[in-house]
């Protein structure tokens, strides 16, 4: 795809921060898909820009697990195979029911406010796109793993399931599975409200099933055994 339609709408006056942003736009609509290869001088000759600030935001992709480096090649959007896809989502599996049970414990009036009305917002939502429904989907997910108070924790979950969101999108979900992927979010919202009688290994992997084939493929016994009952 040319690179103009992409950037159309991009500021030359914008650096790094605004690239990362455009080039993740990029991503998560399916303008770059995977393997595509992200030229550096192309993209600085395009943006107006030097290269330095294009090499910074590239680099940042990288840290999201987004973009990929390959020697003596240069940098491509990242292309996994369905094996890597439920590996991941194995980890994300075990990270993800830790970064729920802390922020139960961490849990504050405002930030349990903040993900009641992310979780209100997707139930309301209709005619919604996959990129529509996939950043609603993100932007719950950074809301609870910073409410969890361990950046480690919410960094590490951050690089890891970048790639599950860009691909969420360009899997194409219908609309009946859309619509409850979105109104899905409800049970993580009453676990930290502390009214699920229910743990956080279940409502995750609930939650990533209804998304992800076998998402505990590669877990450990006790999300393969919740797996099979």
Not at 36 to 57: G, T, Y
Not at 96 to 105: F, G, I, K, N, T
Request: glycine content about 4%; hydrophobic content about 40%; some cysteine.
């Amino acid at each position: 795809m040319p690179i103009e339609q992409i950037v159309a709408k991009f500021k030359p006056s914008t650096l790094r921060d605004d690239i990362s942003e455009l080039l993740l736009d990029a991503i998560l609509s399916g303008k770059l898909r995977p393997g595509d290869r992200l030229n550096e001088s192309a993209l600085a000759r395009q943006l107006q820009v030097s290269r330095a600030p294009i090499r910074e935001a590239l680099q940042t992709l990288q840290e999201q697990g987004l973009v990929v480096n390959q020697p003596r090649r240069g940098m491509f959007v990242v292309s996994l195979s369905e094996e890597e896809l439920q590996k991941i989502n194995s980890l994300r599996l075990v990270l993800e029911a830790e970064a729920l049970r802390l922020c139960a414990v961490r849990s504050t009036p405002q930030n349990l406010r903040k993900m009641e009305q992310l979780a209100d917002r997707m139930e309301r939502s209709t005619g919604t796109t996959a990129l529509e429904a996939t950043r609603m989907d993100l932007e719950f997910h950074r809301a609870m793993w910073s409410f969890s108070g361990n950046e480690f924790l919410e960094k590490t979950l951050t690089s890891v399931t970048a790639p599950l969101f860009a691909y969420a999108v360009l899997t194409k979900p219908k609309a009946e599975k859309m619509r409850m992927i979105l109104d899905s979010h409800r049970p993580l919202v009453e676990f930290v409200a502390g009214t699920s009688r229910r743990t956080a290994d279940d409502v995750i992997f609930d939650h990533l099933s209804l998304r992800w084939n076998e998402p505990d493929k590669y877990a450990s016994r006790r999300f393969r055994n919740k797996g099979a009952s």
